[in-house]
């Protein structure tokens, strides 16, 4: 895994000392995804420079290096990723003559793209990566975005330069990028936690989408963005072509699907290990790894003191019948409080979802270790694991065929109990039944009775339903959830749900939330279940097997039940929550008090306080949690602290219109 960046001078407006000076700090900005290395190429007539920080994986040697060039010279790429087929492709490039020096996948992308092309390239790819490929004889620039988004690019044409990078902090070094906040994206993340692809939190800065090409012409200045691989279209051929076996047979094909994800992605010169939560995902993962022999699995998990949120007993379980080699790390507010002050500056933009902080602690926990970790990330959205997916094939599906009023009335009888009402009604039901925040739960499903199946899934994933109310100028623009015409195009509820989940959720929470906090301790995470050909099968499978019995991730339950005794995994899904809610009425609770000061929440010319005080007293007294509210406002806070520390801070915000 490695880190990226470069632009093209269009404008000439620096000299080449400048621009090597430019070059080498935007390298040193993502050191850490790289640690281990780094490299600058140049071409000053053509104005371009390309940037390389390195974490080697794969052949440790200088055959490894980049920025590295073709034969002639005249093509360049520098790549951040994996390419796990790389040693199956690189026998018919040496077909076709080509020499290699090593045996990294960079020189297989390398002499693909020169043999291939690029497109036809990735398409043959299984993996991961993000790269920047200068082509020295059309003149142009292309980058490249894995299929799923698990490596980030942004990019940017402003003021006479093209730039990109794997992370917005060179991109603010260069004196081009603009840095204006965008209202837009500011309303959009109080909503989703996260800013959504394409835009970012900077006017003018974008994301490149996930399984997109960008390709530039320096000589025109054009500008143009295409994909070679879609979600929506992977699903819809697969609709075309169903899975037609028994649900025994479906289980047969997603093993052995999992099987091979797994064992390529145990690839690697360096240590390697594996993430352990004790739910489904990654034990089937870890499974998968001991199943396939070799060392013994180094796994790793976070423990909690608060026992809903705790599932560290469970992961040792686990660890002890698969026979892996365990570490556990407990986590407290104190941990909390001490990474809180690293996270503006981790993710680069703002970002609150609240198991950052667990994932980060786990992530430099595995790091002590090994360099390379798995993790089970993906099994939701692929198998169907979430709740709103069961509650899309189940109840919801039930219900939807009573009248709006009966619906209406339903929901209200729901909501006529507070949540910790519900919570100690159902508190004599054995936890191993009973979900976690049930009352939370219960108020969350109750107003989705009354409403569609888009916007089920939009009020599902909102924190704040009305972002326009709190920022200030701020509207949000269309996306996927607001696209009304999309629910046709899929045979029901279910699948449309987990289509959405894999081109926002995904993309914009889990993926970008893994990559920073990994990255962060120059650590690799790599993630089987989000190999592209799983994503393709879990479509061809009809949702009644993925939820058979009315259980989500039937599939994964059913394969892992073939390692590991049901006893051990069967218990309501918890997921990698933290008590961050009752910790902002503790220990966290002065910090969060001088950051939701109605003066400086004023003072940011950005946020309405009103809403945000009231809220945060109504969670304070115990009325409600809000904790899912109050975080992305914190999280915002410390990321505008963070920038106006920053050498090149965002220009003033723009009063509102």
Same mark, same amino acid.
């Given at each position: 895994?490695?880190?990226?960046?470069?632009?093209?001078?269009?404008?000439?407006?620096?000299?080449?000392?400048?621009?090597?000076?430019?070059?080498?700090?935007?390298?040193?900005?993502?050191?850490?995804?790289?640690?281990?290395?780094?490299?600058?190429?140049?071409?000053?007539?053509?104005?371009?420079?390309?940037?390389?920080?390195?974490?080697?994986?794969?052949?440790?040697?200088?055959?490894?290096?980049?920025?590295?060039?073709?034969?002639?010279?005249?093509?360049?790429?520098?790549?951040?990723?994996?390419?796990?087929?790389?040693?199956?492709?690189?026998?018919?490039?040496?077909?076709?003559?080509?020499?290699?020096?090593?045996?990294?996948?960079?020189?297989?992308?390398?002499?693909?793209?020169?043999?291939?092309?690029?497109?036809?390239?990735?398409?043959?790819?299984?993996?991961?990566?993000?790269?920047?490929?200068?082509?020295?004889?059309?003149?142009?620039?292309?980058?490249?975005?894995?299929?799923?988004?698990?490596?980030?690019?942004?990019?940017?044409?402003?003021?006479?330069?093209?730039?990109?990078?794997?992370?917005?902090?060179?991109?603010?070094?260069?004196?081009?990028?603009?840095?204006?906040?965008?209202?837009?994206?500011?309303?959009?993340?109080?909503?989703?936690?996260?800013?959504?692809?394409?835009?970012?939190?900077?006017?003018?800065?974008?994301?490149?989408?996930?399984?997109?090409?960008?390709?530039?012409?320096?000589?025109?200045?054009?500008?143009?963005?295409?994909?070679?691989?879609?979600?929506?279209?992977?699903?819809?051929?697969?609709?075309?072509?169903?899975?037609?076996?028994?649900?025994?047979?479906?289980?047969?094909?997603?093993?052995?699907?999992?099987?091979?994800?797994?064992?390529?992605?145990?690839?690697?010169?360096?240590?390697?290990?594996?993430?352990?939560?004790?739910?489904?995902?990654?034990?089937?993962?870890?499974?998968?790894?001991?199943?396939?022999?070799?060392?013994?699995?180094?796994?790793?998990?976070?423990?909690?003191?608060?026992?809903?949120?705790?599932?560290?007993?469970?992961?040792?379980?686990?660890?002890?019948?698969?026979?892996?080699?365990?570490?556990?790390?407990?986590?407290?507010?104190?941990?909390?409080?001490?990474?809180?002050?690293?996270?503006?500056?981790?993710?680069?933009? +703002?970002? &609150?979802?609240?198991?950052?902080?667990?994932?980060? #602690? %786990?992530?430099? $926990?595995?790091? *002590?270790?090994? /360099?390379?970790?798995?993790?089970?990330?993906?099994?939701?959205?692929?198998?169907?694991?979430?709740?709103?997916?069961?509650?899309?094939?189940?109840?919801?599906?039930?219900?939807?065929?009573?009248?709006?009023?009966?619906?209406?009335?339903?929901?209200?009888?729901?909501?006529?109990?507070?949540?910790?009402?519900?919570?100690?009604?159902?508190?004599?039901?054995?936890?191993?039944?009973?979900?976690?925040?049930?009352?939370?739960?219960?108020?969350?499903?109750?107003?989705?009775?009354?409403?569609?199946?888009?916007?089920?899934?939009?009020?599902?994933?909102?924190?704040?339903?009305?972002?326009?109310?709190?920022?200030?100028?701020?509207?949000?623009?269309?996306?996927?959830?607001?696209?009304?015409?999309?629910?046709?195009?899929? +045979?029901? &509820?279910?699948?449309?749900?987990?289509?959405?989940? #894999? %081109?926002?959720? $995904?993309?914009? *929470?889990?993926? /970008?939330?893994?990559?920073?906090?990994?990255?962060?301790?120059?650590?690799?995470?790599?993630?089987?279940?989000?190999?592209?050909?799983?994503?393709?099968?879990?479509?061809?499978?009809?949702?009644?097997?993925?939820?058979?019995?009315?259980?989500?991730?039937?599939?994964?339950?059913?394969?892992?039940?073939?390692?590991?005794?049901?006893?051990?995994?069967?218990?309501?899904?918890?997921?990698?929550?933290?008590?961050?809610?009752?910790?902002?009425?503790?220990?966290?609770?002065?910090?969060?008090?001088?950051?939701?000061?109605?003066?400086?929440?004023?003072?940011?010319?950005?946020?309405?306080?009103?809403?945000?005080?009231?809220?945060?007293?109504?969670?304070?007294?115990?009325?409600?949690?809000?904790?899912?509210?109050?975080? +992305?406002?914190?999280?915002?806070?410390?990321?505008?602290?963070?920038?106006?520390?920053?050498?090149?801070?965002?220009?003033?915000?723009?009063?509102?219109?």
């Amino acid at each position: 895994m490695c880190g990226i960046a470069g632009f093209i001078d269009l404008a000439g407006a620096r000299s080449s000392g400048q621009n090597d000076a430019l070059a080498r700090a935007m390298g040193e900005a993502v050191r850490h995804r790289g640690p281990d290395a780094g490299g600058v190429w140049s071409d000053p007539e053509a104005g371009v420079w390309l940037v390389h920080r390195r974490l080697a994986i794969i052949d440790l040697t200088e055959a490894g290096a980049q920025p590295m060039a073709s034969p002639d010279g005249r093509s360049w790429i520098v790549y951040n990723g994996e390419a796990y087929n790389a040693a199956d492709l690189r026998p018919e490039l040496e077909a076709a003559g080509y020499r290699f020096k090593g045996h990294s996948d960079t020189e297989v992308l390398l002499y693909g793209c020169l043999h291939w092309g690029v497109e036809k390239t990735v398409q043959r790819l299984i993996g991961m990566f993000a790269f920047a490929w200068w082509d020295g004889e059309e003149r142009t620039l292309t980058l490249v975005r894995d299929r799923l988004g698990k490596k980030p690019l942004y990019w940017s044409k402003a003021g006479g330069s093209f730039v990109f990078a794997s992370e917005m902090s060179p991109m603010m070094l260069h004196p081009d990028v603009p840095r204006s906040i965008d209202r837009s994206s500011v309303a959009e993340y109080l909503r989703t936690l996260y800013v959504p692809a394409p835009h970012s939190i900077f006017e003018g800065v974008n994301k490149l989408m996930p399984g997109g090409m960008l390709r530039f012409d320096p000589r025109t200045g054009e500008v143009r963005e295409g994909t070679y691989w879609s979600v929506l279209e992977s699903a819809e051929r697969a609709f075309a072509d169903p899975f037609r076996g028994s649900p025994e047979e479906a289980v047969d094909e997603a093993e052995a699907l999992i099987g091979d994800a797994t064992q390529i992605r145990k690839v690697s010169d360096v240590p390697l290990g594996a993430f352990l939560s004790g739910g489904i995902d990654s034990s089937v993962v870890v499974a998968m790894m001991q199943a396939g022999g070799g060392a013994r699995t180094r796994t790793f998990s976070i423990g909690y003191g608060e026992a809903d949120y705790d599932e560290a007993e469970h992961a040792r379980e686990i660890a002890a019948h698969l026979g892996t080699d365990h570490v556990e790390f407990r986590l407290g507010a104190s941990e909390a409080l001490d990474v809180i002050p690293s996270l503006p500056r981790m993710f680069d933009e +703002p970002f &609150a979802d609240v198991s950052q902080i667990p994932t980060y #602690l %786990v992530s430099k $926990l595995a790091r *002590d270790h090994v /360099t390379v970790a798995l993790s089970g990330d993906g099994g939701d959205e692929v198998f169907a694991g979430y709740n709103r997916h069961v509650a899309a094939g189940g109840l919801l599906r039930r219900l939807s065929g009573l009248p709006r009023p009966a619906r209406s009335a339903l929901a209200k009888a729901m909501t006529a109990l507070p949540p910790d009402r519900w919570q100690s009604l159902l508190s004599p039901i054995p936890s191993r039944f009973r979900p976690r925040a049930v009352g939370e739960k219960i108020h969350k499903l109750a107003p989705l009775l009354s409403l569609d199946e888009r916007e089920q899934y939009r009020r599902v994933v909102s924190q704040w339903e009305d972002p326009a109310a709190v920022v200030v100028g701020g509207s949000e623009r269309p996306g996927p959830m607001e696209d009304e015409g999309l629910r046709a195009r899929f +045979p029901d &509820a279910v699948a449309y749900m987990r289509y959405l989940d #894999l %081109v926002t959720y $995904l993309p914009g *929470d889990i993926l /970008t939330k893994v990559d920073r906090a990994s990255m962060a301790v120059s650590l690799e995470a790599r993630a089987p279940l989000l190999d592209h050909r799983l994503v393709e099968f879990s479509f061809r499978v009809p949702s009644a097997i993925h939820l058979r019995n009315g259980e989500g991730k039937w599939i994964l339950r059913r394969v892992l039940e073939r390692h590991v005794p049901r006893a051990l995994f069967e218990r309501p899904k918890m997921g990698f929550g933290v008590p961050v809610g009752e910790w902002l009425r503790g220990p966290l609770r002065d910090w969060a008090e001088s950051n939701l000061s109605e003066a400086r929440l004023r003072d940011t010319g950005l946020l309405r306080p009103g809403p945000i005080r009231a809220l945060w007293q109504r969670h304070l007294s115990g009325e409600v949690n809000a904790q899912y509210r109050i975080w +992305p406002v914190l999280m915002l806070m410390s990321w505008l602290e963070a920038q106006q520390a920053e050498a090149a801070p965002p220009q003033p915000l723009r009063a509102a219109s």
